[in-house]
């Protein structure tokens, strides 16, 4: 009989434990954070013509939690207005915890920036439209951001205003 030799590949493997190399980003969690809806015309507001006007704002921010540890929290904000009043407002701060390690400054100003909104706005956009439609009004959905292009004319704008020098700084994370 012939000596069997242990010829497993992976035993002479590294430790399924070793941390691969590079930036690492992960989502941790996705909440909603707070939420309004007020309807100051209610039910007057059900007996004219539904041609309204929308207004949409849309806002960000960000703060570290720990290390590598941040929480967004993306604010989306909608009036209706019907004969110049207002029909109903709505009101959503969607936020989420997302790990982010061994990023440069610019980079992880430029993550937090784009690609967190871009995961937090679907969920944003559906609790804005079931509000709304509790509310008894029609519908809103609401049409996909592009936030890089938000990112990238922000950046513009701060570099037009004599302020390159502070968009090419660090950027702090937290609020």
């Known amino acids: 009989m012939a000596d069997t030799e242990d010829t497993n590949p992976d035993a002479t493997a590294a430790p399924a434990n070793d941390q691969p190399e590079g930036p690492q980003f992960a989502l941790q969690r996705i909440y909603l954070k707070d939420s309004s809806f007020e309807s100051p015309r209610s039910p007057t507001v059900f007996q004219s013509q539904w041609t309204p006007k929308i207004n949409f ?31 109903f407002l709505v009101e959503v701060h969607q936020a989420g915890i997302f790990t982010a390690k061994d990023f440069d400054n610019a980079q992880m100003e430029q993550l937090l920036s784009t690609v967190c ?11 804005i439209d079931t509000l709304v439609v509790k509310g008894s009004f029609p519908a809103l959905m609401l049409a996909p ?9 922000q950046k513009q704008a701060q570099a037009q205003e004599g302020n390159g020098a502070a968009a090419d700084a660090p950027s702090e994370v937290t609020n």
């Open 145 to 153: 951001i592009n936030f890089d292009a938000l990112y990238a004319q």
């Open 117 to 127: 909104p871009n995961i937090l706005f679907p969920y944003a956009r559906e609790a």
């Open 57 to 87: 704002d849309i806002k960000t921010r960000n703060s570290k939690v720990q290390d590598d540890v941040y929480e967004v929290v993306l604010v989306l904000t909608v009036e209706a207005t019907l004969e110049e009043q207002a029909a």
